[in-house]
């Protein structure tokens, strides 16, 4: 009995996506020819690196029982290193009674954390005027673990660089940012402080745990009053439909 792709290697444990739905298989080998399948016990079992370390014969979790295959849900198991366990006790009968065959096999998973996503909604560059205050939104960022809508422990950290005279990241945006949290979801922006004809770069950091991410809008500063233009679009629908029919007004 093996359980199908899974490494035996603790240091090198085979990786499965906590974000996705994933599925472990084993297969039953080694059955007599000529046999009635009486009753079959198959289980999963999952044991933390922490049990490990206390017993290399933990029993770990029941996770799945009564079939070969084991269906992961999605963030169901929480990051780290597991081994899985499948277990089978298998009572067979032919001529000579029944018996009850029992069998094994281990492996190591490596269950990760899917990934931080920055993003700033409203374009990758855009031109603003240099009399105004604009907001930027970054609240469609998300961790990939949880989905998107919830920002649960996520960290939004803004910054700007400046293109032309200053590579380096400020947090201030030159005094540009007009609400003092740049921990916030979305950000204010006071153009009156930037310089006329410069090109910045606004950065969005989203870090969680051990994970982290970046959005980026380059922006132009232009000399007065810039009108704000939306694109909407307008569905309009023949009188006619293909078969021939009118439609109602």
């Known amino acids: 009995m093996v359980i199908s792709g899974i490494s035996k290697d603790k240091y090198n444990a085979t990786a499965v996506k906590r974000s ?8 039953i080998l080694g059955l007599p020819e000529g046999v009635t399948v009486l009753e079959s016990i198959l289980q999963w079992r999952l044991v933390s ?7 290399e014969s933990a029993d770990g979790k029941l996770k799945s029982e009564g079939s070969a295959e084991w269906i992961i849900n999605r963030r ?17 009968g032919d001529s000579a009674g029944p018996q009850t065959l029992e069998a094994f ?10 990934p931080v996503l920055a993003i700033i909604d409203g374009g990758s560059s855009v031109r603003w005027g240099s009399t105004e205050t604009v907001t930027v939104d970054g609240s469609l960022s998300y961790d990939g673990d949880i989905g998107p809508g919830a920002h649960t422990g996520l960290n939004f950290t803004w910054s700007c660089i400046d293109l032309v005279n200053n590579t380096s990241m400020d947090y201030g945006c030159f005094g540009a940012f007009a609400n003092e949290n740049v921990n916030a979801t979305a950000i204010s922006i006071d153009t009156t402080q930037l310089g006329i004809e410069k090109k910045y770069v606004l950065r969005l950091t989203i870090s969680k745990d051990t994970r982290s991410a970046i959005a980026e809008m380059s922006f132009e500063i232009a000399a007065g009053e810039i ?4 694109l909407r679009y307008v569905f309009r629908y023949s009188r006619y439909s293909i078969l021939g029919i009118p439609l109602p007004r």
């Open 76 to 92: 169901s198991i929480p990051a780290g290193i597991y081994q899985v366990k499948f277990t089978a006790s298998i009572t067979v």
């Open 49 to 55: 690196e922490a049990e490990l370390a206390a017993s």
């Open 105 to 114: 096999d281990y492996g190591f998973i490596q269950v990760i954390a899917g």
């Open 227 to 230: 009108p704000q233009v939306t």
């Open 20 to 27: 996705a739905k994933t599925v472990q298989k084993a297969q």
